[in-house]
């Protein structure tokens, strides 16, 4: 009559058959990604081409602070256009702490982005991220003159991209929870790598005054405005299309028969407006725009901002379960 295995030699034998799979997971698992032991070599990177804005009003004491940076080799810096007003006299604070006088070259209200022009070169050309390489969950950096504290640096990660709200029309925004202050208006939102991936615009700061949201736009859609400024002194006469939209919210696109949601939804039509025109109405779900498939409201901001002629005009509408096509001829 044979004994029974001893339970260590159970526990032996299991363990052998387990080796390859415990020997194997570490193989199988991807690297974590880990917080930088510094950002300082980026911030001196990105940093060079960085700069303060200080706008001067007449009959007030103290100057409007913002930020902005450069473009180009030739002296051209990007900044917010709600920053500048009528103001009179406008200096930029280089990397160096030098101050020189800037000149306003164009302005775009509709997107809040502004070209200065100033005689002196940025020590170095600036290097911008390629579109699309941005992702959630990576770090950026943001450099500005918060209350006036020059060349100022936050990091954060980027918590989502491509937002778009209703009310700001034919734009979007990169969404981090980098810290944005008064002065960091029109800075730059940098990479890990201390690139320029967007320019500071505003933060949304919830309820009781918490720390909200930043958003920043996007440098593809900054150097667009900056290079039709840098043409004409203005924005072309692009046409507009006079709605409000937005994501399709996941309740709208249940009532509307869809397992998805995908499109942009129309929120309210100006009257007057090329909306109208179309005879576009609020609720309607917006698929395609002259052939361009809309996935969400940034390709809608994105087709928006390459329409040029508003003749043979083509949306594609979701109305009460039935697919539209509007025209304007």
């Not at 809040?112 to 002196?120: E, G, H, P």
């Amino acid at each position: 009559m044979s004994r029974p295995p001893a339970p260590a030699l159970l526990l032996a034998c299991a363990l052998l058959a387990l080796a390859p799979w415990v020997e194997a997971a570490p193989a199988a698992r991807a690297p974590a990604k880990t917080q930088p032991a510094s950002f300082a070599e980026a911030y001196q990177r990105g940093a060079a081409w960085s700069v303060g804005v200080y706008m001067f009003v007449a009959g007030e004491e103290d100057p409007r602070v913002g930020a902005g940076f450069f473009v180009d080799d030739r002296g051209g810096i990007a900044t917010a256009a709600h920053l500048l007003g009528d103001t009179p006299q406008i200096l930029v604070a280089l990397p160096d702490k030098r101050l020189i006088a800037a000149r306003v070259e164009g302005v775009d209200a509709s997107t809040d982005i502004a070209l200065l022009r100033v005689d002196t070169p940025p020590p170095m050309r600036p290097v911008f991220t390629r579109p699309g390489s941005l992702r959630v969950g990576d770090w950026v950096m943001a450099i500005g003159e918060p209350f006036g504290l020059e060349h100022s640096v936050s990091a954060g990660i980027v918590s989502g991209k491509d937002r778009h709200f209703g009310d700001d029309g034919e734009l979007m925004f990169i969404q981090s929870d980098v810290a944005l202050n008064p002065g960091n208006s029109g800075g730059p939102l940098l990479d890990a790598g201390g690139a320029i991936a967007g320019m500071n615009a505003r933060t949304i700061v919830g309820p009781a005054g918490t720390p909200g949201a930043s958003l920043a736009i996007p440098i593809d859609i900054v150097l667009q405005i900056v290079g039709e400024l840098r043409q004409d002194g203005r924005a072309p006469a692009r046409p507009r299309l006079g709605a409000q939209f937005d994501n399709v919210p996941p309740l709208t696109a249940w009532a509307a028969g869809r397992r998805e949601t995908t499109g942009a939804v129309i929120l309210s039509v100006t009257r007057g407006s090329l909306a109208e025109r179309l005879q576009l109405r609020a609720g309607d779900i917006v698929t395609a725009m002259n052939d361009r498939a809309i996935g969400g409201s940034a390709d809608l901001v994105n087709a928006l901002l390459a329409w040029r002629a508003v003749a043979d005009t083509r949306f594609v509408v979701l109305r009460a379960g039935k697919e539209l096509v509007l025209a304007l001829d």
